[in-house]
Structures are given as C-alpha cells and as structure tokens.
C-alpha cells in the first residue's frame, strides 16, 4: 500500500528555518515524481517544488525559488524540503505528493498527483 508521511513541520520565527520530511513506503522513489504544496486557510493549495526521480529536475515556485530547497534519499524513500528564510506567508498546511512519472520534469500543479500524505502545518510567527 502506498503511503506518504510528512514531517518536520512546527512554530518558527521569521527568518528561521525547517526542514520538511516525506517518507515513501509501499513503493520506491524510483520513475515517480514527487511534489510539495501548501494550502493556507481560505486559499487554494499551491504548488510550492517538485522533483523528478526521472531526470533529477526540479522546480520551484517564485514565493520560494532561493530560500527552499528539494531533495531526495533514495536509501530512506524520502523526500525532503530545507525551507530557509521563512516568512509570515509561508504559513500553511504542507502536503507531500507522488506521482509516476517517466517523462522529464514533473507536474507543478496537484491535479496529476494521485498519492497524497496527510499533511503537516508549518507556522511562522513572532
């Protein structure tokens, strides 16, 4: 069975930093992309990165391009995203999603992504 969990989310200053953790189990990282969004109360979900186990690429969103950073272990099955910098506007609900994917790049938007984690909040705040 296919499962994604996030962790890593919590309280940080402005300026701070977190670091985000989405592990895989049921299947590999392997020909799967893998995306982050983020939904704030009363506003969509929004694509904040994406990575492509295919070819590597990744994208990021312009709120976030230079402060976040996506990464992979394959050896843990797990997607991380280093968030620096934060601002108050990067408060918000993050969610992890996979994909296959074989195709370069990787879908930036959550409609393609059928495997969803449960989320964890990230809140920035002084």
């Known amino acids: 069975q296919l499962q994604l969990v996030e962790s890593g989310g919590g309280l940080v200053q402005p300026g701070g930093s977190l670091r985000l953790s989405c592990a895989a189990s049921g299947f590999t990282l392997d020909y799967y992309a893998i995306g982050w969004f983020r939904q704030a109360p009363g506003k969509e979900r929004e694509g904040v990165s994406c990575i492509s186990s295919s070819d590597g690429s990744t994208y990021y969103a312009d709120s976030v391009k230079g402060r976040f950073t996506i990464s992979t272990d394959n050896a843990k099955n797990t997607v991380y995203l280093q968030m620096n910098s934060l601002k108050l506007e990067d408060t918000a609900v993050y969610y992890c999603?996979?994909?296959?994917?074989?195709?370069?790049?990787?879908?930036?938007?959550?409609?393609?992504?059928?495997?969803w984690g449960q989320g964890t909040q990230v809140t920035v705040s002084s």
């Open positions: 999603a996979a994909q296959v994917w074989f195709v370069s790049g990787c879908p930036r938007t959550p409609r393609p992504y059928g495997n």
